[in-house]
């Protein structure tokens, strides 16, 4: 390669040697996305993605919540024909599916592919362009669910599809395979970014942030990714060996030749109960990243947190039985899972308290996104306890599918994961938009929001007691449940209220909020040291880290790193343990391929729910657009 | 404060009744019930300490600071022993629970001498109910309801014909799965005169909400009682009417599903209709039993529980009376 070539000095052009204007100016020539259709669709930016994501996966829990709404309306009143049989246990399948796969897990990993990278000191999250796969494939699995379910082909079998009713003896039409497609579709994509982000903060935090420095939110990202590239196995299992069954007529769940429907049980729950902790790890981590900032001094008990969040992460494994108490397993092995559902209490105890003692010795500020970790408090420890109950044999036999465990999950679930969420939406706005959302709005959305919640599933608890099963279209007058039932149904108005008043907050914010400084919290993590919104190149200078809270340490500029190309995608590499910087990494361009193989699987995989040979004739489109991926694109190191 | 003595309130109508948790009725249910007062005890203890800690921290502080503050300031080392502390603490009372966990356990599994012995089959959406016996003559079939005998053990055999199903009599019992391809059972005992309800509490499909069943605890001398009666073949018609009716439900389609015990009626794909009329409830606790609830289930079936497996057969007036005349008839 000739070196006297103008644009080829343009690109090998060191950081250091340009002012900074002039390297503003290059870096961000370099890492920009056209502001185009195609800039759009190819982009590999891992905030553009983010945002989309996050986007995306709030949309569906608006549709989700949607159909709480209607379940709760049909349940207003004994014997109600408002909904018929058929579309309660549509809307019910939906609603679990869509919150669990749609919007749950996708919206955590959403907001840890904007913000992990921005918090380890990178300019770009790892392989860009799975990410950019990663989202595709995920909004194509949404669209089919939803498009079913406008159909009228929407799975009526529950989130968790139980065989025989969603086998090929009793589960009619299409609706059972749509739902297993749709588990593939995001099992892909948390696949996908689980691994981008354990490549991401193994391999791409700043220099000098250690293992003992890393942001507890980063940490539990990454126990969270180990979580789901652990699990998904289970699941891909499970859904695939089920479609097997309904298309190829196998026989993995039919005990009639040989197959066993405990089988079933247990791939789906050896991942479905670590999926909980998919989407309750995340939120610990955005608790430990808003305590320490509002109470405005480090966490207290770093290292009893990073430990608690790997034991649990271990612990989520070892009690997928609670979930089959009732399913006549042998008395001694669930005594077992007894033991080990309790003891997953004790790394969320060491998280509770190490929280309060950081408050106690902290000086809070009560803003908004802490108001959403009060109401966590709240909720979250009372659903804990009754998940102790449910986590004892003798008493899960009487309460297990009832509406006591759908207030349980609840309050983990809202109470212990989109509380914390909305707090974290709250506290990273500024960052994601450059605009802060009101406080005034704020405190209402967190009032409205804790009060409604705990009113319309705080009576679900007695209602499971008095004898109320859940997924039931209806129930006769004669039970008397009458009564908390419209109770129930007239505080979801108040707690969809708050959700209304947050989406509000948040789009009105988006274009009349206030200004957001750079660090408008005074926050000690390394997101804050980058403009609101960041640039597309994250820092101009990589930031060197010595310390875990680096913003409260250093209170003027950071030290930084330099020697990085300007005109190149290039990012730094560094050692697992110690973050000592290793290589000059370049990180890919953008790339319509990404979109093109998502199209690709996305057709394949609907094909196959109709025949086999999808699956054969399928690959081939897939197989083009991989080539176009990952086509050499002749730059200096590749040819080297 | 947040309004649940309202939801309390509310629900007083729902926690004693015939289909509840915490009414037990049995020593099973009790033993359930007093475990589930201990995990509530220390729930709710653990609850407000808690709570208490976390007003307290946001209380000390008046003054908010605009510095961060380094950590090790005064006081942190006590904080390291009382998180340490409530860590232990924590250890121990779950200790506990699973302890008293397994003493429950254990209780439950405890089964009297001599029990009652009943297999029930989960259908989609009823219940099949055979009365076992060593000899063959005394075993008897009916459906969607037990009778059982105040004081003895009663053993069920659940066995799941199509999909899973779950037995759930909280009054008497917890819960326990019919799973194809297994054999589960469960054990009771009632200790007072009753007539306790149970559904079905795994989700099996369109009518899964309409899948109940009784339980009749009744004193040993009126369960005898009740037995032999179910032993005996179904009731001749005792008139014009009637007889046009068996008529028709023993030559028509009635007949490739349901048995009428001593008829030509065999089917054994739907519930035996031999003493139909003695039960209270009919289509698995939907309907209350008369003669105008079994007429409008054989007129339509199908607006009454939707989906479910019995079709509508079209029938003149006249035919639909004789038919609900003799199955009114079958005590």
Redesign the interface.
Known sequence: MSETRPEIEAIEVIDRDLSPEALEQRLAQTWATPRTLYGWLATADHKIIGRRYIVTAFVFLILGGVLALAMRAQLAGPENRLVSADLYNQLFTMHGSNMMFLFAVPVMEAVAVYLVPLMVGTRNIAFPRLNAFSYWIYLAGGLLLWAAFLLQMGPDVGWFAYVPLSGPQYGAGKRSDIWAQMITFTELSALAVAVEIVVTVFKQRAPGMTLARIPLFVWSMLVTSFLIILAMPAIVMASTSLILDRLVGTHFFNPAEGGDVLLYQHLFWFFGHPEVYIIFLPAVGMVSTIVPTFARRPVFGYLALVLALIATGILAFTLWVHHMFVTGLPRVGESFFTASSMAIAVPSGIQIFCWLATMWHGRPVLATPMLFVLAFFATFVLGGLTGVMVASVPLDTQVHDTYFVVAHFHYVLIGGAVFPLMGAIYYWYPKFTGRMMSERLGRWVAGLVFVGFNLAFFPMHLLGLAGMPRRVYTYQPEMGWGGANLFVSLSSVILAAGFLLFFIDALRSARYGARAADNPWDAGTLEWATASPPPSYNFGHIPVVTSANPLWEERGPLPVATGLRAGRRELLVTTVAEAQPEARETSPRNSIWPLMTALTTTVMLIWSIFSPWAVVWGSIPIGISLIGWFWPKGTPEDEA | M???G???A??C???S?W????DPAGPE?R??QH??WL??GV?AA??VL??L??A???M??A?????????G?R??RG??I??SA??AA??IV?VG??V???R??SA??ARGDEPLMVRLRGY?WWWEVTYLDPLPERVFVTANELHIPVGRAVTVD?VAA???H?F?L?NL?????L??????RISFTADRPGIY?G???????????HMSFFVIAEPPADFERWRSTQLQPAVAPMDTEQEAGQQLVTGKACAACHAVRGTGAVGTLAPDLTHVASRTYLAA??LPMTRGSLAAWVADPQTIK??NNMPAVPLSSDKLRSISAYLASLK
């Open positions: 947040r309004g649940f309202a939801g309390f509310l629900l109508a729902g926690c009744g289909q509840s948790a915490i249910s033993n359930l475990l589930l995990f509530f729930s653990v609850w808690v709570m800690v976390l307290v921290a946001l000390r502080r003054a908010p600071s605009t510095a961060p503050l380094r950590p300031s006081g942190e904080s390291a009382a998180v409530a860590v924590t250890a779950l629970l699973t008293g966990s397994y429950a356990t439950l599994g989609q659940l199509d999909v899973i779950s759930w909280p019992a917890g819960k326990q799965d799973v194809p391809g297994r054999d589960n309800r559904q079905c509490a795994e989700f099996c499909g369109l009518q899964h909400a606790g939907l939707p989906g």
